[in-house]
């Protein structure tokens, strides 16, 4: 018996070379836009966060759930709180 054979549609993985190419290249343009501006690095992160959460509905939502549980589990781990 041979090696596995992988079917890979290379259209696929074009498809996948060129989004990161091109996500690759906004940031870099959004990076250059804001160096040219004197825009401070960290005001660009929070602008770049900002508006990933503003295209991805419910994320900011999603990450204060999953943040609000792992605290419970952090209580009931260290007995703080009770098990339900």
Do not use: C
């Amino acid at each position: 018996m041979g090696p596995p054979v992988l079917n890979v549609d290379p259209m696929a993985n074009r498809t996948e070379k060129q989004w990161n190419v091109k996500v690759s290249e906004l940031l870099t343009r959004a990076a250059e836009l804001s160096a040219e501006n004197t825009v401070e690095l960290d005001q660009f992160i929070r602008g770049a966060y900002a508006a990933y959460l503003k295209a991805r509905p419910g994320m900011r939502e999603e990450m204060a759930e999953r943040a609000l549980n792992e605290q419970l589990d952090e209580l009931r781990r260290t007995g703080r709180i009770a098990l339900a």
